[in-house]
């Protein structure tokens, strides 16, 4: 999360860690991605090199392969050393055309970091959350238990930190939301205003104006309103939500 302005930020600050990490642990050079699925978004996936993020995003169309298996709660941990290893053949395929011997995926579990409407945690959108780390390498027994231990043992920190860096990405978006709901609230009250006023009518015959509008125009309400309040002597009013 430190000094990331976005989530992919926090993803790419994310798996550098945890390449440094791995390399630390196997003394050799190590590539690292991650892929994050969030319901009603669209994947996530982010790695240190293109071929990395190439062989992630394959796995992910066709379903097959170590990062498949941990995200879909299988074993925490799947290991692939690509010599005597006939598992996930079309992906060993991929794996050896990008260059590499060996890859290791891990688990990480998500909780529910924000409550959903009802306030009950665990059932928000962010509960059902799935995410996995995947390490790369060119030699093909470049995991061995050690190491495996070691990524296992890091993916728990690399989890909280995930974790974090959504629920505080997921409270800013909500934030803009908000603000952009009440801007929006906001001139479209003002508009129906200044339509009573100028028709003598009531607030619902004011709106059903906008709305006729909105509809002729093919233009948002919100639209309608901001081009009515741009028209006034003094300019249109400034909200001033969360600033």
């Known amino acids: 999360m430190n000094g990331a302005q976005t ?27 991650l892929v994050l699925l969030q319901p ?48 996930w053949r079309q992906y060993s395929g991929e794996l050896q055309a990008a260059g590499f011997g060996s890859t290791l995926a891990v688990r990480l579990r998500l909780d529910a970091g924000i409550p959903s409407d009802d306030g009950v945690p665990g059932t928000s959108d962010l509960g059902q959350s799935s995410a996995a780390l995947a390490f790369f ?25 995930l974790q974090m860096a959504i629920n505080l990405h997921t409270a800013r978006s909500l934030a803009t939301d908000l603000r952009s709901a009440l801007d929006s609230r906001t001139s479209i009250n003002v ?13 619902q015959e004011a709106f059903a104006i906008l709305a006729k509008a909105s509809s002729h125009r093919n233009i948002k309400v919100r639209k309608v309103a901001e081009d009515i309040l741009e028209r006034l002597p003094e300019g249109a009013p400034h909200s001033h939500f969360g600033r």
């Open 7 to 33: 989530l992919a930020d926090s993803l790419d600050l994310l798996v550098a860690a945890s390449a440094a990490h791995v390399v630390g642990t196997a003394g050799i050079d190590v590539g690292c991605g």
């Open 40 to 87: 009603k978004r669209g994947p996530a996936i982010t790695g240190t090199t293109d071929e990395v993020v190439r062989l992630l995003d394959w796995e992910r169309e066709r379903a097959e392969g170590p990062v498949t298996d941990v995200m879909s709660g299988g074993h925490p941990v799947a290991v692939l050393q690509r010599n005597g290893d006939f598992r």
């Open 137 to 161: 390498a060119q030699d093909t027994k470049a995991f061995p238990l050690q190491v495996i231990a070691e990524a296992r043992s890091f993916a728990q920190l690399a989890t909280r930190s």
């Open 191 to 203: 508009a129906c205003g200044v339509i009573m006023a100028q028709n003598r009518c009531s607030y």
